[in-house]
């Protein structure tokens, strides 16, 4: 890795040794005719290997847009105006299509939110993660075949549906298919991009369960993509938090969930209802994510904030800044706590 | 206002089958088999249920979108099946109105906030004089929080956020004054962090103007945020009834208590317990006469597959259909 500038010096490192991915000063921008957009902005984050990386946030804030950016599928209007992505020693920016091709699948692959879309609905499950196979190994259709039926068990789907055609198959079935195709060539990181949201709650956990069963057998890495909090808290090692193109907080999931240190991730917190916590009264956050065409000054959050610094907040960018080892937080705050500013 | 402590809205062993593939082939799908609901003045009673369990249909045959099979929707004691007259129908929706999931097909483009919110004021007469209207229309926005007012009324749905766009389809809804608000999944397709308000604000129209809310969710946590009563259902069939509170702190169908563990919940821990369920919800074309949850119930004994068991009631406030508990 070279030429890390100072901000990205003090980003957030996953554990120690060298991470499997590593995103620094990532931005995106989307040109549209309202103006440009800058929907993912200076984002730095580490995923190592066997690790899950949860990044959750309302929709526009640019957490799709990360993983649309890292497996290199955003098409114009978007495009990486900026930043490193390493995989491994590998620079994902710098691949040709044909790297690209050999490195998808092989060594990273993706879970859509859409199973209905992801898959090919004129070809049974069966032919489609054979394609897969066939595409990148130089095996007979027999074997791939055979593999294929393996990877079905492993998710959880009956042999004798290999030959069902997605319309076939429940939307949770359809779901396993897409992370049996996922699997097939043994990538070392899986993103996935709200794999469960289209789920019932009984199926996504039994999905869930069984990804992180698959997680821990086959040793891969995660990056999970979500609006869901709670979901993410249960399931992910570590979360980062996004606002508006920005990454607010990220650390270790339980630190996150009981010492949230950025206004916006407590606030968060306190937008949904749970079922076993206090039934106290929930507020919401007022207002509205904002328009990336003419992003706030300073803090992105300031205009919902209750506890913005007057005079600071709509002035001043907040940068991460570490709050205990392994989190981070981007908010004025922290500096007034250590009454340092 | 009248009695609280008699239904206003009530639905009587409502059923809805629909026939698929043709009416040869003879398959239907029991959407909703016998399901009992009364709605109170000042109370929200929520319906909650994964996709498919048959909740919108119920809501769309209380709204009368939809025909019931067989079954009774009494309102103020009433029977109003009997009469599908424009009159009729008219007058029932001036006091039952439905808020749908979906405020960005809900709300016409073309149309202001102020063409949507005057239409109901015309078409059932409360205002008959532009003057009226633009009062009303404000009190209206006022209602639902979209102030200041004039800055509002002129726009178009493309300039509003979702959460913007399902207040005014609140609005739109309370323009008539109903006495019953059937809101399907009305804040499901809203960003997280504006969901609450939405659903606060529907609260505060509980508790001011004493409407009668059904609140149809598959999110059952927000469902005991919002909701008084609770009802489960699982695959055409409701399963069981409580107060919010006393369902997610102990529930008694089985099917509850399945849907209650899958809930994310960091509060209660993290992934630590181990989730076994087998099987999916059954294809509602291939259903038999006995509980619907009988596949992949473990406490399945054999006359759950032969007959549906009757509701049992367990106290003033609760009821489930499981043999579990009498039936």
């Known amino acids: 890795m070279s030429a890390i500038s100072p901000s990205a010096a003090k980003t957030p490192e996953s554990t120690s040794g060298q991470p499997l991915l590593s995103v620094r000063n990532l931005e995106v921008e989307y040109r549209t005719k309202r103006g440009r957009v800058k929907a993912v902005d200076h984002v730095s984050f580490d995923i190592s290997t066997n690790e899950v990386l949860g990044l959750a946030g309302e929709s526009g804030c640019g957490k799709s847009t990360i993983a649309h950016a890292v497996t290199r599928i955003l098409k114009p209007p978007a495009y990486i105006t900026g930043g490193q992505i390493m995989f491994k020693s590998t620079d994902i920016l710098g691949m040709s299509d044909d790297e690209l091709r050999a490195f998808r699948w092989e060594h990273l692959s993706i879970v859509f939110q859409s199973a209905m879309n992801a898959l090919n609905p004129v070809l049974s499950v069966g032919a489609q993660i054979i394609d897969a196979i066939q595409a990148h190994m130089p095996v007979s259709k027999d074997e791939a075949r055979a593999r294929a039926l393996e990877l079905l068990d492993v998710v959880g789907i009956h042999s004798n549906r290999v030959d069902s055609y997605p319309h076939q198959l429940s939307g949770g079935m359809r779901q396993r298919a897409v992370i049996a195709i996922a699997l097939a060539l043994n990538p070392e990181m899986i993103i996935m991009d709200e794999p469960t949201t289209a789920l019932d709650v009984v199926v996504q956990k039994q999905i869930i369960q069984e990804i992180r069963q698959l997680k821990d057998k086959f040793g891969f890495s995660i990056l999970f993509i979500t609006h869901d909090l709670s979901l993410l808290v249960e399931f992910s090692d570590r979360i980062g938090i996004m606002y508006a193109g920005e990454l607010a907080e990220i650390g270790p999931s339980r630190e996150i969930f009981d010492n949230p240190q950025h206004p916006y991730t407590v606030r968060l917190m306190n937008s949904f209802p749970t079922i076993s916590g206090p039934r106290i009264e929930l507020k919401g956050i007022p207002g509205s994510p904002p328009d990336l065409v003419t992003p706030p000054s300073g803090c992105r959050f300031h205009p919902r904030c209750d506890v913005a610094i007057a005079g600071r907040c709509q002035e001043e960018h907040p940068e991460l800044q570490q709050t205990s080892p392994r989190h981070f937080a981007a908010c004025h705050l922290i500096d007034e706590r250590k009454g340092n500013s | ?327």
């Not at chain 2, 007469?125 to 006022?142: C, H, P, S, W, Y």
């Not at chain 2, 009563?229 to 208590?257: C, D, N, R, W």
């Not at chain 2, 509980?291 to 068991?309: D, G, S």
């Not at chain 2, 509701?311 to 609760?318: D, G, I, N």
Request: aromatic content about 8%; some cysteine; overall charge positive.
């Open chain 2, 1 to 327: 206002m009248s009695d609280h402590n008699e239904p206003i809205l009530e639905a009587r062993n409502l059923t809805k089958h629909f026939n698929v593939g043709g009416f040869l082939s003879g398959k239907v799908v029991r959407a909703v088999q016998d399901a009992n609901i009364k709605l109170y003045r000042g109370r929200v009673t929520a319906l909650v249920g994964e996709s498919g369990s048959g909740k919108s249909t119920i809501i769309r045959m209380l709204a009368r979108l939809y025909d019931p099979t067989s079954g009774e929707i009494l309102f103020k004691g009433k029977n109003v099946l009997q009469d599908n007259g424009r009159k009729a129908m008219l007058d029932y929706r001036s006091r039952v109105q439905m808020i749908f999931q979906d405020p960005f097909s809900s709300l016409n483009p073309v149309h202001r906030v102020r063409y949507h919110l005057e239409r109901p004021l015309y078409i059932h007469g409360k205002a008959k004089t532009k003057a009226i209207a633009n009062e009303q229309v404000d009190a209206l926005l006022r209602r639902v929080s979209l102030t200041p007012t004039e800055e509002f009324a002129p726009k178009f749905p493309h300039q509003l956020s979702g959460g913007q766009r399902q207040r005014v389809a609140i609005a739109r809804a309370l323009a008539v004054e109903p006495e019953v608000m059937l809101a399907d999944e009305p804040v499901s397709m809203l960003d997280v962090s504006i969901r609450m308000g939405v659903l606060n604000l529907m609260a505060v129209l509980r508790d001011e103007q004493d409407i009668a809310f059904l609140y149809v969710t598959h999110d059952i946590a927000s469902a005991r945020y919002f909701a008084d009563e609770t009802l489960v259902m699982y695959a055409g069939h409701i399963v069981e009834g409580a107060g919010s509170e006393e369902l997610v702190k102990e529930p008694k169908h089985p099917y509850t208590q399945l849907l209650l563990s899958a809930v994310p919940d960091p509060a209660r821990g993290l992934l630590t317990q181990d989730f076994q369920v087998k099987g999916e919800i059954p294809n509602l074309t291939e259903l038999g006469q006995g509980c619907p949850f009988a596949a992949r119930c473990p406490h399945v004994m054999e006359k759950c597959r032969q007959t549906m068991p009757r509701p049992t009631k367990l106290s003033e406030t609760r009821w489930t259909k499981c043999y579990l508990y009498g039936g």
